[in-house]
């Protein structure tokens, strides 16, 4: 199973700028039912920590840039560099998740597959990583 995948969304411009088009099913694995946006946040601050049992997300710095930290709760890290609003990560469902080094003017757009339900959310990471070791045993 992929943990996370980078996505390149299509750049459609000409004199007057630039347009990128994010469509749920098409250029977003899922379709979308809830947009939110992160901005103001410090370069200090580390936002997310956690984990999902049902949303899958794509995030996507449309302005400024950040980093998402992705973990499998299996020894697997990667960390993705957004700065480039056409430029997005999509994290699947279970899979660890935080933000940091966010910049100034940093603005991250997050599409969801799922309405806000708090309590889907996995928020401590040693809890998380028992929740995927039992999830990876077989069934007796």
């Not at 997310?48 to 890290?77: C, T, W």
């Not at 603005?107 to 990471?125: M, N, P, Q, S, W």
Request: charged share 30%.
């Amino acid at each position: 199973m992929e943990f996370y995948r980078v996505l390149t969304f299509r750049e459609l411009g000409d004199e007057r700028g630039n347009l990128v088009a994010i469509e749920g099913g098409q250029e977003v694995p899922f379709e979308i039912k809830r947009v939110f946006y992160m901005y103001g946040t410090d370069d200090s601050m580390v936002r997310g920590q956690h984990a999902n049992r049902e949303s899958q997300f794509v995030l996507i710095n449309v302005s400024g840039s950040s980093k998402v930290r992705i973990n499998d709760g299996m020894g697997h890290e990667v960390v993705v560099n957004l700065d480039k609003p056409r430029i997005g990560v999509f994290i699947p469902r279970m899979v660890w998740k935080e933000m940091y080094d966010f910049s100034e003017d940093s603005v991250i757009l997050c599409l969801a597959d799922t309405h806000y339900d708090g309590k889907e959310y996995i928020r401590d990471f040693a809890a998380y990583q028992e929740e995927v070791k039992n999830r990876e045993l077989p069934a007796e």
